[in-house]
């Protein structure tokens, strides 16, 4: 069964920094997106920054310049640097994968899998 777990996050004082991690497993064929996406209460769940598996990236503007993701495919690990946070990137942050499994004899169709989510607070 694919799971992705997230591990960093907590308590942050404003401008300084964190690092959250992701690693999937399972019985895992190949990864191909990986992403972060962060939550706020009443909010919907918004793309923070994803990783193509040849290392393309995109970030959402407010996070520009201040956070960095990264990969390590063979670890089917995604990173998150977080740099000079505020106040406004307090959230639940849920690591995303796109990937496809072995599934019996075969392979499982593409499929997207979502971690359960690691808190970020920013206090000034």
């Known amino acids: 069964q694919v799971q992705l777990v997230e591990s960093g996050g907590g308590s942050v004082r404003a401008g300084g920094s964190t690092r959250l991690s992701c690693t999937a497993s399972?019985?895992?064929?190949?990864?191909?997106?990986m992403a972060w996406y962060r939550q706020t209460p009443g909010n919907e769940r918004e793309l923070v920054a994803s990783i193509t598996t040849d290392g393309t990236t995109q970030y959402s503007d407010s996070v520009k310049g201040r956070f960095t993701i990264s990969r390590n495919n063979f670890r089917n690990a995604v990173y998150l640097q977080m740099n000079n946070l505020d106040s406004e990137d307090t959230g639940t942050y849920y690591c995303y994968g796109n990937l496809q499994a072995y599934a019996g004899s075969g392979l499982s169709p593409v499929t997207d899998y979502w971690g359960r989510g690691t808190q970020v607070t920013v206090s000034s």
């Open positions: 399972g019985n895992i064929f190949g990864v191909h997106k």
